[in-house]
């Protein structure tokens, strides 16, 4: 599976942007995706993840409520909808596909998209 995020860019505090991320490859409705991120000086951390059936998982605490995941099986494509953004929100943003939802790493990784909030 291949991947390509984008829709990144600069925002001020309290905007939105709305990332997407299109697959390649083999059956994109196989796959459970998801959305990473990673901060200057920390670790990647998960963001959302959703199954092929519209399951959503919101792993990190400060985005709920703020941000949505979502997904387009015809399209192969997965969303993410980032509102009320905040500057702790800025990040290198990553989309990953996995086969088993079980599973604790992603098989496949996208480029990454930048996410710059101002203050």
């Known amino acids: 599976v291949q991947l390509q995020a984008s829709g990144g860019g600069l925002v001020q505090a309290g905007g939105s942007l709305r990332l997407s991320c299109a697959a390649s490859g083999r059956p ?32 990190t605490d400060s985005v709920k409520g703020r941000f949505t995941i979502s997904r387009d099986n015809a399209k192969n494509t997965v969303y993410l909808q980032m509102n009320m953004l905040k500057p702790e929100d800025t990040a290198v943003y990553y989309c990953a596909a996995k086969s088993d939802l079980a599973k604790s790493e992603y098989d496949y990784w996208g480029q990454g998209t930048q996410v710059t909030v101002s203050s």
């Open 28 to 59: 994109f409705s196989r796959y459970v995706m998801g959305w990473l991120r990673q901060a200057p000086g920390k670790e990647r951390e998960f963001v959302a993840t959703i199954t092929w059936s519209g399951v959503r998982t919101y792993d």
